[in-house]
């Protein structure tokens, strides 16, 4: 059951990059030749560049993605918070490979967003990210606490 849940949320981040992608070359068409590249705290663009631009964010995100998946190959060398014990090494192995593939989930989402909220603020500057910074942030922090609760539990 786990192998089928975990190849699920395989599939999940692989069809969500390739979404990424898609939504990135159904739009480049569209952009102005100059396009804003950078936010500053206040979501306001302090800086522009090429329309060519569009593209580093999901190659960014289509990298991390590879190196996290690449990772997960090698969960049982992963620094773990407890000892990795026989009767609990199934479950922390699960409980790492759950949250590698969940992170992966959250960095494309955030990814998604900013390139979202880059298209539209090139014709609209007082629009807002659909999801704020901030909650990004605390998606990831969010992530990180639950995780040490549950290896915590299952130690």
Do not use: C
């Not at 979202?116 to 807002?128: A, I, L, S």
């Amino acid at each position: 059951m786990e192998n089928i849940a975990l190849t699920a949320f395989d599939i999940l981040n692989f069809g969500l990059l390739i979404f990424f992608w898609r939504f990135t070359l159904k739009h480049y068409k569209t952009l102005p030749e100059e396009i804003p590249v950078h936010f500053d705290f206040y979501g306001k663009a302090d800086h522009f560049g090429s329309k060519k631009y569009s593209f580093f964010m999901p190659s960014v995100i289509t990298f991390l993605w590879g190196v996290l998946t690449s990772l997960m190959r090698y969960v049982k060398a992963a620094n773990f918070p407890v000892e990795i014990a026989e009767q609990n090494k199934d479950v922390q192995f699960l409980i790492m490979e759950v949250f590698v593939r969940w992170i992966v989930t959250l960095v494309i989402l955030i990814g998604m967003n900013l390139q979202d909220y880059m298209f539209r603020y090139t014709f609209d500057e007082n629009v807002k990210p659909r999801v704020p910074f901030g909650g990004a942030i605390l998606a990831i922090f969010g992530s990180l606490i639950t995780v040490f609760i549950f290896i915590g539990l299952f130690k």
